[in-house]
C-alpha cells in the first residue's frame, strides 16, 4: 500500500501542464480584453450609459471561467471519461430546455437561451464539450469497431446528428454544422476508413441545401454572401462595412482605438465582427497575429493528441484532438464571416469577442485541454523512467502489442499487408 501511494505522488509529480498551451491561451485572452474595450466604447455609452459595460461584462466572465478552468485542469480524465455519457444527457436536457416556456429565451426570432436568473445561458456551449467528451469515450472503447466496421462509425454520427436536429430547432445552424464537422474529424483521426465517412456524406449536400433555402433569412444570407455591394444598405450591410474596415487598416492599421467602423457603423463590433475592428486598427499585422496564436493553439492541441495516442493514453489523445478542431474551426469560420469568404454564422471568435456562455465555456475547454497535456506528459515521463531501468528490456517490451499500436487500422494496413489477415486478431 504504501509502495502504490509513493509511485501515485511520483506519477502526480512528474506531470507538467503544456507551458506554450498556456502561454497561447493566456495571450489570446489578453488580447481579447484590449480589443472588447476598443470595440465596445461607442455601444456601451449608447445602450447601457456606463463607462465599458462590456469589457466590465466580459473581464467577469473571464475570471469566472479562469476559475472553472483551474478547477477541470485538477480533474482526473478518467473521471470525465467516466461520466461523460451523463454529460452528452445533460446537454441533450439543456438543448431541450430552450423551448420550456419562461425558461427558455426568445432573442431576435431565435429559441438559443436558458434563463439563469441573472444571466442567460447558451447551453450549445457546454454540449461541445459534452460532445467532445461523450466522442472521446466511445472511440476508447469501440475503437477497433469504428476501425473495421460501418456501424461502428455510423452509432458516433447518429449522436452528433441528434445534437444538429436539436440545434436547427432553435434554429442555429452554425452551431450543427460545427459539431459535424467536430465529429467527422474525430472519428477520422481515431481511424475509420474514408469509404465509411463518404458513404454517410452522400446525403448531406441535399440536405444543406434544403436547409439553406427552406427559410428566407438564411436565402438571404446567401445571396448577400455571394455578392454583398448588390444591397449594401440592407442585406449586405454588415459584410460591407467589415471589408470597408479591413481596407481601411492596409498593413498596420490606423492605430489602436482608432476605428471608425466600430461607431454605429459595423454591426456587433464587439462579438461576431471583432476581428474587422482588429483589421482596421491593427491592419494585416493584427489579424496575422491573432491566426498565428490560433494556429500555436491549435496545433499544440493537435500534437498533443498525437502524443497521448502513443502513449496509449487514448480518452486524452482523443480529448484534446476534439477541443483543438472545435477551437480552431469556430475560429476558421469567425475569420472566414469577417473577412467575407463564409456566410454569416453567429459564431463568435473564442477568447477574443465579448460574450458570456462562450468566453466561460472555452476556458472550460482550454482547462480540460491542460489537463490532457497533465496526463501525457506524465504517461511519456513514466514510459521514460521504465526504459532507463530496463534499457535492454524483455521480449516483450521490444516487442509492444498490437493494443499499444498508435496508428489506426487503416494507415497499419498500409505499412503491415498482413493485417487483414486472421491470425492477426487471434
Request: aromatic residues 10%; hydrophobic residues 50%.
Amino acid at each position: 500500500m504504501t509502495d502504490w501511494f509513493a509511485q501515485s505522488q511520483a506519477q502526480r509529480r512528474r506531470g507538467r501542464y503544456d507551458p506554450w498551451l498556456l502561454a497561447a491561451a493566456i495571450a489570446l485572452a489578453a488580447f481579447g480584453v484590449v480589443m472588447v474595450a476598443s470595440s465596445s466604447i461607442a455601444v456601451a455609452d449608447s445602450q447601457y450609459h456606463a463607462d465599458f459595460y462590456y469589457l466590465k461584462r466580459h473581464v467577469m466572465f473571464l475570471v469566472l471561467g479562469s476559475a472553472m478552468a483551474i478547477a477541470m485542469m485538477r480533474i482526473e480524465l478518467r473521471l470525465m471519461e467516466k461520466y461523460a455519457f451523463g454529460a452528452m444527457l445533460i446537454g441533450f436536457a439543456l438543448l431541450l430546455a430552450v423551448f420550456v416556456p419562461h425558461f427558455g429565451m426568445r432573442i431576435n426570432g431565435a429559441r438559443r437561451w436558458i434563463n439563469l436568473g441573472l444571466i442567460g445561458f447558451q447551453p450549445v456551449e457546454a454540449v461541445k464539450l459534452a460532445i467532445v467528451l461523450y466522442l472521446a469515450s466511445y472511440l476508447v472503447r469501440h475503437r477497433e469497431g469504428v476501425e473495421r466496421n460501418f456501424f461502428g462509425v455510423l452509432k458516433p454520427m447518429c449522436v452528433a446528428g441528434l445534437t444538429a436536429i436539436l440545434l436547427l430547432a432553435e434554429p442555429d445552424f452554425g452551431s450543427a454544422a460545427l459539431i459535424g464537422c467536430v465529429t467527422v474529424g474525430m472519428v477520422w483521426l481515431a481511424g475509420a476508413r474514408m469509404r465509411y465517412l463518404a458513404i454517410m456524406a452522400i446525403p448531406l449536400p441535399p440536405i444543406a441545401m434544403y436547409l439553406a433555402l427552406s427559410t428566407d433569412y438564411r436565402v438571404k444570407r446567401l445571396t448577400s454572401f455571394l455578392d454583398p455591394w448588390k444591397d449594401p444598405f440592407n442585406d449586405g450591410f454588415q459584410l460591407t462595412q467589415a471589408l470597408i474596415a479591413i481596407g481601411r487598416g492596409e498593413w498596420f492599421g490606423v492605430g489602436l482605438g482608432g476605428s471608425v467602423q466600430k461607431l454605429f457603423y459595423l454591426p456587433e463590433a464587439h462579438t461576431d465582427f471583432i476581428l474587422a475592428v482588429i483589421g482596421e486598427e491593427l491592419g494585416l499585422a493584427g489579424i496575422v497575429f491573432v491566426l498565428g496564436l490560433f494556429a500555436l493553439l491549435v496545433g499544440r492541441g493537435l500534437m498533443l493528441g498525437l502524443r497521448g495516442v502513443e502513449v496509449n493514453q487514448r480518452f486524452a489523445g482523443y480529448v484534446a484532438f476534439g477541443i483543438s478542431l472545435m477551437i480552431g474551426l469556430q475560429a476558421l469560420v469567425s475569420v472566414g464571416v469577417n473577412l467575407g469568404v463564409l456566410p454569416t454564422k453567429g459564431l463568435t471568435l473564442p477568447l477574443i469577442s465579448s460574450g458570456g456562455s462562450s468566453v466561460l465555456m472555452t476556458c472550460v475547454m482550454l482547462g480540460v485541454l491542460l489537463r490532457t497535456s497533465f496526463e501525457i506528459h506524465r504517461a511519456e515521463d513514466v514510459r521514460r523512467m521504465a526504459t532507463r531501468r530496463d534499457p535492454h528490456g524483455s521480449a516483450q517490451a521490444r516487442e509492444p502489442s498490437r493494443n499499444a499500436n498508435p496508428l489506426p487500422l487503416a494507415a497499419r494496413a498500409r505499412v503491415e499487408p498482413h493485417i487483414g489477415q486472421a491470425h492477426v486478431y487471434e
